[in-house]
Structure formats: C-alpha cells, structure tokens
C-alpha cells in the first residue's frame, strides 16, 4: 500500500603505485572545503582499467587511513571519470558504486552507459566511478586467499546438519587469523562503510562539487545510505536500488538470503516448466522445486572436492540473479540429471585466488560494521531454524562467517540511517531478488521516513535502474536524476512484458 507523504525536492600506502600514463593536459580540479584542500588531476587511467575503457579518465584523492588521525598516514583512493560531453546541461557529479563490498567501480561508468544508461543523464553529469578504500587500485587489501578451494567465498557454505556449522566454524575462525597475519600494513580495521562514506565526500569536495549525487546497487545501496545519512547537506540526488535494508550488511541482512531465493526461485520454475520439452526440469513448478531438492541432496552424498550440494544451491542462488542466466542454469541442472553422480576432482594447486582482493574486503567492511556473535551455538540454532523456513538456501544463509572470530572489534558503531535533512533519497527494489529482496527497500524506507520514496517494481532479479531494464522504473529514476522529479508517494511499476 503506498503511504502519502509530503513531496519534497526532491582510498597514501606505498603499496599504491602512480597512475600509468602521460597527463591528457585537462586541468585539476581543486577545492577546500572545511579546512581540507585536495587536488584532482586527471590522467590515463591505468593499463587493465584503460583495456576495457579507453575513454575514461582516472585521478586519485588522498584521505586519512584513520580519520580519527585526520594528519596521520594517507592512503590514495583512486576514482575515474565519463565527464558530460553537453556543458549546457551539466548538473554536477554522479558517484557510482557497483556493490560488494569488494566490487571495483573504476569501469562502472562505462558499464552503466553500455546497458543503456539514459544521454540526458550522461549529459547532466560527469559519471565518478571508484575502487573504494581496500579495492583494486585504492590501497587494495588482502587476507592471502589460495585458489586451493579450501575457502569458497562470503557466502557460508549449506550446512546440512550442526557437524556442518562446527566444521564451517573452524575454518572461519582460520580465515579471520588469516586475515589477521596479511594485514601488515594495518588497513584491515579501517575498511569500513562509514570510513568509505567519509571518502566519499572527500572525493566530492576534490572535485570543487558543493553536492554530488549518487547512484549505488545492493551493498553499494548500504554505503549510499550511509553517505545521505553521515552529510545530507553535501548530498543532491540520491538513488538506492537494491537494498540490505541498512547502512550495513548485518545477521538479519545475510539471513534474508533465503528469503529472497524462495520469493525468487519460483520465476526461474515457471520459466523451466514452460520449457519442459527442452530441459527435462519438470512440467510444472513443483516439479522443478522437486528437481532442485532432488540433486541437492544426491550431490551432498557426493565425494570432497568434487561439485557438492552447497555449491549447487549456491550456483542456484547465484543463477537468480538475473533472468538471462537461466539458459545457462537450466542447462547444468539437466546436465547432473544425465550423469551419475560427480566423481572426485584432484585438488587444485595452490595459487593466490583471483577473488582474494574482493573477499578480504567484503569480509573487512562486514565484519568491521557491525559486532557478530560469537557462540558457534548461535549459528547451529540460527542454521536448523532457517533450513525449516527456506528450505532452498536457508541453511547456507545463516551460517557461521568469519566475523564471528574477527580480530578486531567495530571502531564504531554502523553508521544509522539519518530521517533528517532533504528529500532526496530514491529507494529502488525489485519483488522479487534473491540477495536483497523487498523487505530490505521497505525497512530502509522507513527508517529514512520523509526523506524518501519507494518505488517497487514486479520484476525478478538483483538490480533494477538501466540493468533491469523495466520502462516504468528507468522513466522514474531518469527524470529524478535529471529533473528533480521526486515522486509524491510511493510507487508501483507493473513487470514490462518486453524485457520478460
């Protein structure tokens, strides 16, 4: 139901190399802004970020490791710019995000225009894509991970009974020591949304912007949440599209996993019942949950080292991201129906894992934002309640992180979401998302009350604005970015038959 409301107006470390390449001869931008000057010169951006995006250009802003020491050690947090090619129509700066936390944002620019990211909103702003402080080029962390497969990644493993959650829960307690022994230049405890949100405004001041704007998916909702709360008064527009429900990845956030698969599962069996003939899942959507439980539970049976139950389901999970991968999905489920069950798989040698950079940090800024629990028995009771109330992924969802055995208790508290200043915060969700489903729009909706709109749209998959492709959703969102068009109320965009 909408609820009326008024409308309104609407990361220097020596690790960190030099940007490669000769200056463009575009001048630095310059601001000071609360007794902090910085200076911004734009350059070419380094060689994998310019192999993929020649058009961008890339600078680097220097801000406090510890912004409780403002004077002491600087790290450099690298940024990129799409600058607006129509001076007349130029509003000021978007600041991109692409989620994670552990994501890098320095080619979101380019990507967003790729998928059709609306010329009047290329026009209005230069698009500021970033490596957040801890990622790629920005003093990137590391917690030393091998591609040996014995750490998977940041979602929890499906723990098919408590032996499962005790053996997950020493090799958590193994991970957070492991991060612990990296973290030689101690960056580790400063990674966190409230510190990537100070950046933030550093980079907007650097860029001689008195506000900028923003536009950040999934976690990157979180840390633009974060950013809206901690200075809405050097915020313009603000748009949020799929969201944890908070300024932070918390249990209840990471638990909502399994709510948002089974509110999303049923789209993908639909879509395989109606293609039967081809796949072989099943004629009806019962019988392709069926499936599902089916080759779970044979795969849990499978060998160490070989594809397992907890993969399956994560790969599941994973396939409901977006409607366009279930081709694929479908694909490999019918592929295990036609074999017998997966034989062992030699182990992999070990090799520092493409993904250590984007799991140290995801596991830094969750861990740092907020204090888990500690007692394994938490999770063992957390683990058997959720694998009866979501049965596809539940068990996965609530099990035991390495945040339980951090090192490192949170500097400070997660930043709160703030219902006071402007109403500029446009909160963007889809129905149904298996990593951030609606609960997480409407709860954050509601904490920053006035200040923003809802707008709900029936579609399935993680990510709405230009990914999602919904006509209703992009007109809205484009004409706040552009025109300042905040809705009065709440809105609804029915699914758009075009884009499935």
């Not at 861990?367 to 596809?392: F, G, H, I, M, S």
Request: proline share 8%; with cysteine.
């Amino acid at each position: 139901m909408n609820r009326q409301r008024r409308a309104g107006p609407v990361v220097a470390l020596a690790a960190v190399l030099g940007l490669a390449g000769a200056p463009t001869g575009m001048p630095a931008a310059s601001a000071q802004d609360g007794g902090h000057t910085a200076q911004v010169r734009w350059r070419a951006c380094p060689e994998d970020v310019a192999a993929d995006s020649p058009r961008l250009q890339c600078a680097t802003v220097p801000v406090p490791l510890d912004y409780g020491d403002p004077g002491g050690t600087q790290i450099e947090i690298m940024i990129s710019r799409l600058a607006s090619e129509n001076p007349a129509a130029r509003r000021g700066v978007l600041l991109l995000n692409p989620g994670g936390p552990g994501g890098s944002g320095l080619t979101q620019p380019v990507f967003l225009t790729s998928k059709g990211l609306p010329g009047s909103v290329r026009d209005s702003y230069d698009l500021i894509g970033m490596d957040t402080r801890g990622i790629g080029h920005s003093a990137p962390l590391s917690c030393g991970f091998t591609s040996d497969g014995r750490y998977q990644g940041n979602i929890p493993p499906y723990a098919v009974d408590d032996a499962a959650v005790t053996a997950q829960a020493a090799i958590a307690e193994q991970v957070a020591g492991q991060c612990a022994a990296n973290d030689r230049q101690g960056l580790l405890r400063h990674v966190s949304t409230a510190n990537m949100a100070r950046d933030l405004d550093r980079i907007r001041a650097a860029l001689g912007e008195k506000k900028a704007s923003y536009l950040g998916y999934s976690y990157g909702a979180s840390l633009g949440a974060a950013y809206a709360s901690m200075f809405p008064g050097t915020t313009d527009r603000i748009v949020l599209d799929s969201n944890y429900g908070d300024t932070h990845l918390d249990r209840d956030g990471l638990r909502r996993y399994g709510q948002g698969m089974e509110q999303t599962f049923p789209d993908f069996a639909r879509w395989a019942a109606e293609r039967h003939d081809t796949y072989g899942l099943g004629r009806t959507p019962e019988d392709v949950r069926t499936t599902y439980f089916t080759l779970a539970e044979r795969l849990d049976k499978t060998p160490a080292g070989a594809m397992n139950g907890g993969v399956f389901r994560l790969n599941t999970f994973v396939g409901l991201y977006n409607p366009g991968s279930y081709d694929r999905m479908a694909q490999a489920w019918q592929s295990l129906l036609g074999s017998g069950p997966p034989t062992d798989t030699p182990p992999t040698a070990a090799g520092p894992s493409p993904n250590d950079n984007m799991w140290s940090v995801f596991l830094a800024v969750t861990c740092n934002d907020v204090q888990w629990p500690e007692d394994v028995e938490t999770y063992r009771r957390a683990v058997a309640e959720d694998r009866e109330k979501y049965p596809l992924f539940g068990a996965a969802a609530a099990d035991i992180l390495p945040c339980a055995f951090w090192p490192h208790e949170p500097v400070e508290p997660p930043a709160e979401v703030v219902g006071r200043g402007p109403a500029n915060v446009l909160i963007v969700q889809n129905r149904r998302d298996p990593v951030t489903p609606l609960r997480g729009g409407e709860l954050l909706d509601e904490k920053f009350g006035e200040r923003s709109r809802l707008l709900r749209v029936d579609g399935s998959g993680h990510g709405v604005y230009v990914i999602g492709g919904n006509h209703c959703a992009a007109d809205v969102v484009t004409s706040y970015l552009v025109d300042a068009t905040m809705p009065e109320r709440d809105v609804d965009c029915a699914a758009d038959k075009t884009h499935g």
